[in-house]
């Protein structure tokens, strides 16, 4: 009997601050079996990089069961923390480089919560190139930021 394909959940995400702090935005699109879902919110005072990994966190939310998962930003904080950094954070104690606190240790590990059932593939695309979801996303994130 041939297994048959498994689909991929594709999410992208951005985030947005108006000032860095200040108040910020985010936005997300899943897809799925041809069918798609945006989300967007925001926080009054916040940076951008909480917001890209809040977008993340809100779209790995809405998955009911494991999924493969393609998610794609233009965050390469986010993308170099999850594929790359947090492991020796982890191992030293949620320690950085410099020995100092991970900053945002708090996303970080709900991140490692929200992905930890699903296979996860994380892929970087440039900001503001025209990548048509990334550039829907951006402007989800902006409508996202609170007046």
């Not at 959940?9 to 108040?23: K, L, M």
């Not at 997300?28 to 940076?47: M, Q, V, Y």
């Not at 030293?92 to 593939?121: C, F, I, R, Y």
Request: overall charge positive; proline content about 4%; some cysteine.
């Amino acid at each position: 009997m041939a297994e048959r394909e498994e689909q991929v959940v594709e999410i992208f995400c951005d985030g947005a601050c108006s000032g860095n702090p200040g108040p910020g935005g985010y936005g997300a699109i899943l897809r799925f079996g041809g069918r798609e879902k945006e989300l967007s919110g925001g926080a009054k005072e916040t940076t951008n990089n909480r917001m890209e990994m809040t977008a993340a966190i809100e779209a790995f939310r809405q998955l009911k069961r494991p999924c493969r998962v393609l998610i794609t930003t233009d965050s390469q904080y986010l993308v170099k923390g999850m594929t790359e950094w947090i492991s020796g954070w982890q191992r030293k104690g949620w320690l950085n480089s410099k020995k100092e606190p991970v900053v945002n240790k708090d996303l970080w590990e709900m991140l490692l919560a929200v992905t930890k059932p699903h296979s996860v593939q994380w892929k970087w695309v440039k900001g503001h190139a025209g990548h048509s979801e990334n550039e829907r996303c951006d402007q989800l994130a902006r409508e996202g930021i609170p007046a």
